[in-house]
């Protein structure tokens, strides 16, 4: 992800909303780590983190939600604090009692990079098309968390999210398994041509709709370089779901590759998305 050289100016234009913030009251879900050696992405590890909200209940199947590029959204800290989202919608209602999977990318190697952007399976697993990773998902990662809770296999009790190249692979799983995700976040997502996946908005054009709700976030100071120009590109993918009737919504604004816009939405996204 790129520094913001004018990083006061950005913090300042997206401040993270009450939402995002500890409250006095408000039950706090369990985080905990681990480790997965996945049998689809051949020699590769990864961490995960595993979000579960003081309400669940065993004998009641709960919502799940993924992310890619967990670290970054697990973190109490960062741009997009996800756990304390959770407890807060969860504790008004707004949200269902969900389960989140906070996935970082696969590594082949003894030792993860200090910087788990830089996993080296990153861009093959989040950038690819086709059902790789909604295989990996369901075939792997979501069997090994339902051995311990229990998790709804209704698709519109599941949810997918990613930034940039995780954001397209949010939106990958969603269009190869609409029968499995139906709910999609990509903020800043790399509809680009990495590794093909700036077809999308033609695809989405000449293919019936499909049944997902999706929530585009995009910035016009994104960036701009050889595999494509991230701000059009996602422009185009807002226009071609508009065209095919998609229930979508984007939000464009003046960000640029980073998580900070993102994160001021996250709270907003997560109650369109489950907006009945």
């Known amino acids: 992800m790129e520094e913001n050289p004018s990083k006061e100016k950005e ?10 913030k500890r409250h006095p009251g408000v039950p706090k879900g369990s985080v905990t780590r681990h ?13 995960y983190f595993l979000y579960v909200p003081a309400q669940y209940k065993a004998d009641q199947p709960a919502c799940v939600m993924v992310f890619q590029d967990g670290h970054a959204f697990v973190k109490e800290d960062g741009d997009i604090r996800a756990p ?19 996935l970082n990318p696969g590594h082949r190697g003894e030792k993860f990079p200090e910087s788990r952007w830089k996993s080296n399976n990153r861009s093959y697993e989040y950038d690819s098309l086709g059902d790789g990773y ?14 311990k809770y229990n998790l709804s296999d209704k698709a519109e009790d599941r949810a997918i999210c990613g930034a940039s190249s995780g954001g397209i692979c949010a939106f990958t799983v969603a269009w190869e398994r609409p029968d499995a995700f139906s709910k999609v976040f990509s903020m800043i997502g790399s509809f680009t041509n990495i590794r093909g996946g700036h077809v999308y908005p033609s695809w989405i054009r000449k293919t019936a709709p499909k049944p997902i709700r999706v929530y585009l976030q995009g910035g016009e100071n994104d960036l701009d370089n050889i595999h494509g120009h991230w701000p059009l590109a996602n422009l185009q993918m807002a226009a071609a779901l508009s065209y095919m009737g998609y229930q979508h919504k984007f939000v464009y604004g003046k960000g ?3 998580l900070k816009h993102g994160g001021v939405l996250l709270p907003e996204a997560l109650r369109w998305l489950w907006a009945e």
Request: cysteine-free; overall charge negative.
């Open 256 to 258: 640029k590759h980073n």
């Open 35 to 47: 480790i997965h050696e996945s049998k689809i992405f051949k020699d590769t590890r990864r961490e």
């Open 134 to 147: 909604a295989r990996f998902l369901l075939e792997e990662i979501l069997p090994s968390v339902s051995k």
């Open 84 to 102: 304390i989202v959770f407890d807060n919608l969860i504790a008004k209602g707004d949200l269902p009692v969900t389960i989140g999977i906070f």
């Open 11 to 20: 913090v300042q234009e997206f401040e993270l909303g009450e939402d995002s």
